[in-house]
């Protein structure tokens, strides 16, 4: 029944393939339209997954894509309540994008070079550096990945991380027993009841399942990391324009890292900043706003909305999150991490 | 029926003398321990309802925490009624604003107030009801919900959620997929051949395809075929989805039913002079109908199953809006209570279903004896 339907979808995403084609430049204003309509469109994963984009006590969105998607709409449209969150499953997320049903997908996609050059859409950027890493019971004793020779291993179904297991155990000379299951909720149920020895996926899932399970110090992950999965924002290819606003939105929250502006002290350094790159970020200099089809506030929306890129992850994946998922690789350049922004300049 | 009826009559007469402890160990006797075979079955059912009772019990309600702020606050090993409880305003209204909640209230009262009039044999006037329930409720509701006159401020779909949007979706359903589903079957019967072409052709469409890929392609190829800027609304897309695709289903019921009666039926309409919507009217379908209730009812319920797939098109339905809820940070780890909530809302509704299909039954089972 599964593999049945998983045929009907590979079907269904190529007649979506070959219509993609004949509706080209369908969708070339993607701005124009978002102000027109007063509301950003913004697709994010269908709100179970932790940290990334779920419904509080007030049926209110939160997290880390939903958070992106306010930053975006800030920056768009001066307020960052002004947008439409569609929840969308990963199967029919590019497709949506694809027909003008979002104007951005702001959920965990991976860039690879298929989605990327045969669908026909663009990652402006990423703002999540993942990496696939094992989840073990410490009572099992496991020091390292190396061991786990003939376990048995829970993993997502027909996904990116079952691909890049089924690579590193082959070429490591090893064995292993895939337990593979649809969501989630059942991956972690798997691991808790025994049914497999360690649980392979990101480590941003990793966290959300320990926090989940509860007893945080009964859990090890393994020190190997067997693949980097960068994650990022997703828009039509074909409008560049809002590309860059989409991009750009990103870097104005990485370098408000680096240049230490925050949430709460945004408007303060607005008025009494000397710093020029300060300066041209925030609109007191230069014009990078109307360059970008915006207002000079564009980046000082966005950072009010959400605050700079580290406060943002801290909130919702890091310390101040009940995941408590560890920055590493998405640091600051500066720090040991790969975050960076272009120059403002 | 009448035999069994026969055999159970002299000892009813028996019961009916004695007192209530001697009626309960007679009944006893005679239903559960009646022989050795059957008072080991009895007992091993015994066993497996005890072991049920015995876990699930102490979880739902011995060890269970009634009320909190989080997650953190429940006990653990005990249910977190305290998590159904935070959201379950989310659960019936989803996104609907709190302060015009009334206006779902109002749905509400009106379904029931409908249903009941439909259901209850005492009640007269069923045309009306029917009426009522096809056409006056879903203008009203949708009227009421959607909001834009009469100085009600507008409620776009996209906000309706919960048990709200699972009951539009089921109750739409059910109502037009009988209808259709009987229209269907007669075009498959008909003597035009386009006609015939084009039931066939539609019916097997429908069930050649999974539901879950219809919605798909509706939501995601429609936007290309239709111009520029036109998006089709999702919850109208997911409606006509189900009615249509149910409708599907509901022909081939309805046409096993049309195949059952005898063609003498047929040609006495045709004797008294009765034209072809007279005899399918008032001859024939109403017959061909009181055949398939179980085909019908089982049809309605899993319509009311299917109405979960709607998370394809980004709609939430109860089951979903408790996905999101149960990843909510403060909450996690509240799986069980969800889906525990669901199961049951669902299992009553289909309960409902089947209750009301048995009385329908035992009411022809009546008619059909006088």
């Not at chain 2, 084009?198 to 395809?209: K, N, P, Q, T, Y």
């Amino acid at each position: 029944m599964l593999g049945y339907l998983r045929n009907k979808w590979t079907l269904a995403a190529g007649c979506v393939l070959a219509a993609v084609t004949v509706a080209s430049a369908e969708n070339g204003d993607t701005q124009k339209s978002i102000k027109a309509r007063g509301l950003l469109n913004c697709g994010v994963s269908s709100g179970v997954q932790t940290g990334m984009s779920t419904l509080d006590s007030a049926a209110k969105w939160n997290g880390f894509e939903v958070d992106f998607c306010r930053a975006v709409a800030a920056a768009v449209l001066g307020d960052a309540e002004k947008i439409k969150f569609v929840p969308l499953e990963i199967k029919t997320a590019f497709a949506t994008l694809q027909s003008g049903g979002i104007d951005l997908l702001a959920r965990t996609a991976t860039h690879t070079f298929v989605r990327d050059i045969e669908l026909n859409v663009a990652w402006p950027g990423a703002y999540l550096y993942d990496s696939q890493g094992f989840l073990a019971k410490k009572s099992l004793g496991v020091k390292s990945a190396k061991e786990l020779d003939g376990a048995s291993i829970c993993v997502s179904a027909g996904s990116n991380y079952e691909l890049n297991l089924a690579d590193y155990f082959r070429k490591n000379g090893l064995k292993f027993t895939p337990v593979a299951a649809n969501s989630r909720d059942q991956n972690e149920k798997n691991l808790e009841t025994g049914r497999c020895d360690v649980y392979a996926n990101v480590l941003s899932a990793l966290a959300g399942a320990v926090s989940k399970l509860g007893k945080p110090d009964d859990w090890v992950v393994l020190p190997e990391l067997i693949s980097m999965e960068p994650i990022g924002p997703v828009v039509r290819k074909d409008d560049s324009r809002f590309r860059d606003i989409v991009g750009w939105t990103l870097n104005a929250l990485i370098a408000a890292e680096e240049l230490e502006i925050t949430q709460a002290n945004v408007e303060k350094l607005k008025a009494s900043s000397t710093s020029p790159e300060v300066q041209r970020l925030l609109g007191v200099t230069g014009d990078f706003g109307v360059k970008l089809g915006l207002g000079n506030d564009w980046a000082l929306n966005a950072i009010k909305a959400v605050g700079n890129y580290g406060e943002m992850f801290e909130r919702n994946l890091g310390n101040k999150s009940p995941i408590k998922l560890e920055r590493g690789l998405n640091n600051l350049w500066n720090n040991k991490g790969l975050m960076s922004s272009p120059l403002l300049r | 029926m009448t035999e069994a009826a026969l055999i159970s009559d002299t000892p009813r007469r028996a019961t009916a003398m004695a007192s209530a402890p001697a009626r309960i160990a007679l009944w006893l006797r005679r239903r559960i321990f009646a022989s050795w075979r059957d008072a080991l079955l009895s007992l091993v059912v015994v066993l497996i309802l005890g072991a049920i009772a015995w876990t699930i019990l102490p979880w739902a309600l011995f060890k269970a925490t009634w009320s909190a702020a989080s997650r953190a606050d429940c006990a653990p090993g005990g249910a977190c009624w305290g998590f159904v409880a935070a959201k379950a305003s989310q659960f019936i209204y989803g996104f609907y604003p709190p302060l015009e909640r009334w206006r779902p209230d109002t749905v509400f009262a009106l379904l029931i107030a409908g249903l009941t009039w439909l259901m209850v044999p005492r009640i007269p006037g069923k045309g009306y009801a029917g009426l009522f329930m096809m056409v006056v409720l879903p203008v009203v509701t949708f009227v009421l919900l959607h909001g834009g006159v009469a100085g009600l401020p507008v409620v776009p779909s996209d906000k309706w959620g919960g048990l709200l949007l699972t009951l539009i979706l089921a109750v739409s359903g059910i109502s037009f997929s009988l209808p259709f589903g009987a229209l269907f079957a007669l075009g498959r019967r008909s003597r035009m051949p386009l006609v015939r072409w084009l039931c066939i052709g539609f019916i097997e469409f429908c069930r050649g395809v999974p539901f879950i890929t219809v919605l798909f392609m509706a939501i995601v190829m429609l936007p290309f075929f239709l111009p520029s800027g036109m998006k089709p609304d999702p919850l109208a897309l997911a409606v006509a989805g189900i009615i249509f695709y149910e409708a599907a289903y509901m022909a081939e019921v309805v046409r096993g039913g049309l195949q059952a009666l005898p063609k003498g039926q047929y040609e006495a309409a045709m004797a008294i002079g009765f034209g072809y919507w007279r005899t399918m009217l008032y001859i024939i379908l109403p017959q061909a109908i009181r055949k398939v209730v179980p085909g019908i009812v089982n049809t309605t319920i899993s319509l009311l199953k299917n109405t979960t797939l709607v998370m394809v098109v980004g709609l939430f339905d109860l089951l979903n809006i408790v996905s999101a809820g149960v990843a909510d940070p403060l909450w996690v780890g509240s799986q069980a209570e969800g889906y525990f909530v669901v199961g049951l809302v669902f299992w009553l509704m289909s309960f409902g279903l089947s209750c009301y299909s048995r009385a329908i039954e035992g009411g022809f089972a009546r008619a059909d004896r006088a």
